[in-house]
């Protein structure tokens, strides 16, 4: 028998799993089909779910009822860090093959990728590392799903691929001429995923995120980077352990002289990738999306300093050199990822940003 997606209520047609009335039937089976997703455990292959993003995904995921199978190599992970409810498989993304008869027995519905080096100082000096580990990471990621798991990918990607913005805000088509070698390896896998979406079918949407920031309600999983290039949690870690902290630069053309970012809630990035993958298993045909994630407004390092010591507490600075590369103002368009997935930012103001990001760094202090 054929399942019942809607109901006919007058002129209107009304789907049966949320009752909304939609003018046409195509809408309400559309809507009965995203509830049905919305309520269905999915079985999500985490690559990289011991990192920082990676791991706070994992958490949320399976706080909501679905199966999370993390691989991860612990180059910059912590396995600590990886919900112990979650399968955790220790192996390098490059061998990915030694690993097929076990990924094969899982009946996974879609990969994340978060895997990658991500130091944009590290990647100009040593950028063998980058081309190894993120480009060849993924192009055996691509080849392992061509040849037997040919399943939705959402992969991270990086508003780093633009380099210097031809306009504000960033969007989606803005040229794009990345400044390091850790932003081309982005838009090289980017380009890479396309072509393999064109030729073999897939599906796979890119996540370019801007300034990934915050940590878990709970304060359990957040950010741990060695060493850590952040500013929110070099900010906070100032602020508690009473430390100098130095700004990079005060004379940009800002209103306060300081650089000015777009800073996106880790948790804001969960609901981003749940609703990017939703979108993929929804579709019919291969299908590559691609969306800049970020929260649409920007904060200038000083407004965020003085934030955190409103906060937490206050701490001494001192201004030093601009950093090579850095732009004064980079902040999203993220019209379309809102029309698209139909997201709504909730974490992503700046007292929930500090303060989820400091009972985590309090938490790692006291350990
Ligand atoms: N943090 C940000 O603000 C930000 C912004 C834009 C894009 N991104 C992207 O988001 C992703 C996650 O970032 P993050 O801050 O959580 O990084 P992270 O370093 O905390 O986590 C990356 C994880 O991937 C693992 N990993 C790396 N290479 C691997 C390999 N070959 N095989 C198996 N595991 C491997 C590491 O061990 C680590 O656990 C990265 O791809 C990064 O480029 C991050």
């Known amino acids: 028998m ?5 109901r006919r209520t007058g002129h209107k047609y009304e789907c049966v799993k949320c009752l909304k009335s939609y003018f ?5 089976v559309s809507c009965y089909d995203h509830c049905d997703l919305l309520t269905s455990k999915l079985t999500m292959l985490v690559i990289g779910g011991a990192g920082y993003i990676g791991s706070v995904f994992s958490k949320t ?3 909501l009822g679905h199966k999370v199978i993390v691989l991860d190599n612990l180059s910059r992970g912590h396995f600590e860090q990886v919900d112990k409810r979650a399968i955790f498989i220790k192996e390098n993304l490059l061998n990915i093959e030694n690993i097929k008869d076990q990924l094969l027995n899982e009946n996974i519905d879609i990969i994340y990728h978060f895997a990658a080096f991500a130091q944009v100082g590290e990647s100009v000096k040593e950028p063998h590392l980058y081309y190894e580990n993120n480009v060849e990471g993924v192009r055996r990621l691509l080849e392992f799903m061509r040849i037997y798991l040919n399943i939705p990918l959402v992969f991270s990607s990086s508003c780093a691929i633009f380099g210097v913005p031809d306009q504000l805000p960033l969007h989606e088509e803005c040229s794009k001429n990345p400044l390091s070698p850790y932003g081309t390896t982005k838009l090289i896998c980017e380009m890479m995923i396309k072509d393999y979406v064109h ?4 599906k796979a949407s890119m996540l370019r995120y801007f300034n990934a920031c915050g940590a878990s309600l709970d304060g359990l999983t957040g950010e741990k980077h060695d060493p850590e290039t952040h500013l929110i949690p070099n900010l906070i870690n100032a602020s508690l352990k009473k430390e100098t902290v130095t700004i990079n630069g005060n004379n940009f053309p800002t209103n306060d002289g300081t650089c000015i970012r777009d800073y996106i809630h880790v948790l804001d990035l ?3 990738h749940l609703l990017a993958g939703f979108k993929l298993l929804k579709t019919k045909n291969k299908v590559f999306d691609y969306f800049n994630l970020g929260s649409g407004s920007g904060y200038s390092n000083l407004e965020i300093l003085e934030t ?3 906060e937490i507490g206050d701490f001494s600075y001192v201004f030093g050199p601009r950093r090579e590369g850095d732009v004064p103002a980079l902040f999203a368009d993220n019209t379309k990822i809102k029309k698209e997935l139909k997201i709504e930012f909730k974490y992503s ?3 929930t940003i500090i303060n989820t ?3 985590w760094h309090k938490k790692l202090l006291h350990k």
């Open 2 to 6: 054929q399942n019942v997606k809607f």
């Open 24 to 28: 046409t039937k195509d809408e309400a």
């Open 61 to 63: 995921m399976i706080n």
């Open 199 to 202: 030729a073999y079918d897939m």
């Open 270 to 272: 969960a609901d981003a």
């Open 308 to 310: 955190v010591k409103s």
């Open 349 to 351: 103001d700046l007292k």
């Open 357 to 359: 990001a400091m009972l």
